[in-house]
């Protein structure tokens, strides 16, 4: 059971791996909701409905804890559907893109404050996270659209793209200037471009 998955009262006893998922998720909730600064550990123990000195006992001083719900929010899933690599293009982007927005709706709000500028500052540990996260959803990417994933050049682009993908979904969820089917739209038709106009004078066509 994910943290996303959790259900039932909040007080009730559960084992240690299942309430850490519980203080996660109160943890994602409250990082979405108010800027790092304004969330104590008290807030979230609270939330939680446990003692604050257990949820230090799981995770530590408040950073820890924001460490582990910036991870849970870039570390993206595998894409359940077997059909991802096939396809005509279009329809693989579309695809893949309708999987990313999927999965960033579950925790929007704070998928959009802990990949943009409201968290806890220059943080190398945060930086890091950011980093390796871009770059395995590049490689995700690249995979389900059906082109290798080994090159470089090409995870550079699409992690260049990334940046697109978290600014549009800031316009949706932040400035609501953007709707979901603007945002797929978008930013299926900048990979579809990118896959066939820029990654082929890199090295690669895309059929």
């Known amino acids: 059971m994910t943290y996303a998955e959790l259900a039932g009262p909040r007080r009730r006893r559960l084992e240690p791996d299942a309430r850490r998922e519980q203080i ?8 979405g909701e108010r800027p790092y600064a304004s969330v104590s550990t008290t807030d979230i ?12 006992h799981y ?24 059909e991802a690599g096939t396809g005509s293009l279009r329809k693989r982007v579309q695809r893949s893109v309708d999987w990313f927005l999927d999965t960033v709706s579950v925790h929007a709000k ?4 802990v990949t943009g500028a409201e968290g ?22 690249l995979e389900m659209v059906g082109l290798a994933a080994d090159l470089p050049a090409h995870r550079a682009v699409i992690r ?26 978008l930013l299926s038709q900048a990979l579809i471009t990118i896959l066939k106009d820029v990654l ?5 066509e895309a059929r």
Request: charged fraction near 30%; glycine fraction near 8%.
């Open 45 to 56: 123990a609270r939330e939680a409905g446990v003692a604050r000195g257990l949820l230090n």
């Open 160 to 185: 260049a793209y990334g940046g697109l993908v978290k600014a549009a979904v800031r316009e949706w969820v932040r400035g609501e200037t953007l709707t979901r089917p603007q945002v797929q739209l």
């Open 120 to 141: 806890v500052g220059d943080d190398p540990e945060i930086e890091r996270i950011l980093a390796e996260a871009d770059d395995t959803a590049a490689r995700k990417v």
């Open 24 to 31: 996660l998720e109160c943890a994602v909730r409250l990082f």
């Open 110 to 113: 704070t998928f959009v404050a």
């Open 200 to 204: 082929p004078d890199l090295g690669t």
């Open 59 to 82: 995770f530590g001083t408040k950073r820890d804890l924001y460490l582990e719900v910036v991870r849970a929010l870039v570390t993206l899933p595998e894409m359940a559907d077997a």
